[in-house]
């Protein structure tokens, strides 16, 4: 069974910076793309971007370029996505999701980040 | 990016059937056969129901199907159930090796 498990829950203040994570399993974790999908509460899903382990390859939506990093360990199957200053305006849920042939197959659980003074 | 552009929200009747526009440019949505679509129950995660404009995935109902005309693919939900209310999301490969959603709708089962 695939499973992508996301870590917990965050309260950040603004300016801080923050790492959470995916743990893939279940599948080959580097023969499958993994990107990252951000809910502001109450709205849409807006893609950030994604990465492919096996080589790094990263692409990121125009809207999050330079406002986030992406990267991933194969070692230990893990997906991330970082911030170096964090802001209000990213308080918000945040998914991980396997993609192919342009879907998104699987979700993780996702996980809420609030950033707050 | 835009988003593709979907209704806000749509509704009917149990045992009706509904369907849910999703429109894009040639850029996107009619450039490529990568449109999906996705369910999201309140407080979950979304939930892949059709990929490849009309196929669904193993465990997924027949009631689901998905089809594309140009630049607009729908979904259209057969015999609505009460679980079946959700939002509803469509989502489609770019032609700047992107991904883009639509801004989701809401339907409501009457």
């Known amino acids: 069974e695939v499973q992508l498990v996301q870590s917990g829950a965050e309260v950040k203040k603004p300016g801080e910076s923050l790492r959470i994570s995916c743990k893939g399993s279940?599948?080959?974790?580097?023969?499958?793309?993994i990107g990252w999908v951000r809910q502001v509460p109450g709205k849409g899903l807006e893609w950030m971007g994604i990465?492919?382990?096996?080589?790094?390859?990263?692409r990121y939506s125009p809207s999050f370029q330079g406002q986030v990093t992406i990267s991933a360990d194969k070692s230990i199957s893990t997906a991330y996505l970082q911030w170096s200053s964090l802001k209000a305006s990213d308080s918000a849920m945040y998914y991980c999701?396997?993609?192919?042939?342009?879907?998104?197959?699987?979700w993780g659980q996702g996980t809420l980040v609030t950033v707050s003074s | 990016q835009s988003a593709l552009t979907q209704p806000a929200s749509v509704s009917g009747s149990p045992g009706q059937s509904i369907t849910i526009s999703c429109t894009g440019t040639?850029?996107?949505?009619?450039?490529?056969?990568?449109v999906s679509w996705y369910q999201q129950h309140s407080g979950k995660a979304p939930k892949l129901m059709i990929y490849e404009v009309s196929n669904r995935p193993s465990g997924v109902s027949n009631r689901f199907s998905g089809s594309k005309s140009g630049n607009t693919a729908s979904l259209t939900i057969s015999g609505l159930q009460a679980e079946d209310e959700a939002d509803y999301y469509c989502s489609s490969y770019t032609s700047s090796s992107a991904s883009l959603f639509g801004g989701g709708t809401k339907l409501t089962v009457l």
């Open positions: 990465i492919y382990p096996g080589d790094s390859d990263t």
């Open positions: 040639s850029s996107d949505v009619g450039g490529y056969n990568y």
């Open positions: 279940g599948y080959s974790f580097t023969s499958y793309w």
């Open positions: 999701a396997r993609h192919e042939s342009g879907s998104w197959i699987d």
